[in-house]
């Protein structure tokens, strides 16, 4: 299966672009953050190209509802979970995960790298959709 995945790097940077934000890179620390009074997203050096995508799909979450920290470098579990469910909404399309499932089938990992995402979404996913009537 070839992925199909509408929101690739380009079209991430042209979200970026319209929120008004700077991408930078970091090489130490944390994969990603989000600096509001900056308007920037920073994300670590060398991360593979799925937690590229989930990392940067995760900040502008951040930056879309305008996060701030609660102490210095701490988002709240809320904005945590915000920017994880915007992240989902920008990283597959349900369909999308249909289609890497009858390929894959339960294996995280596998549909992590199919879909070009964390395993972390991919856990994330299976979770809210287990809950969804």
């Not at 979450?61 to 210095?72: F, K, V």
């Not at 920008?90 to 790298?113: M, N, S, V």
């Amino acid at each position: 299966m070839t992925s199909t995945n509408a929101t690739g790097f380009t079209t991430l940077a042209v979200i970026a672009d319209f929120l008004g934000v700077t991408l930078t890179h970091h090489d130490d620390g944390p994969p990603g953050y989000y600096t509001h009074h900056r308007r920037t997203i920073s994300t670590r050096r060398n991360l593979s190209v799925g937690m590229y995508r989930s990392v940067l799909a995760h900040e502008l979450g951040h930056a879309a509802y305008q996060d701030t920290t609660t102490t210095p470098g701490i988002f709240t579990l809320k904005q945590e979970r915000r920017a994880d469910r915007f992240a989902l909404r920008l990283l597959f399309t349900d369909e999308e995960f249909a289609e890497a499932y009858t390929w894959c089938g339960p294996c995280i990992p596998a549909l992590a790298d199919e879909l070009e995402c964390s395993q972390h979404h991919i856990r994330l996913y299976m979770t809210l959709k287990k809950d969804t009537p």
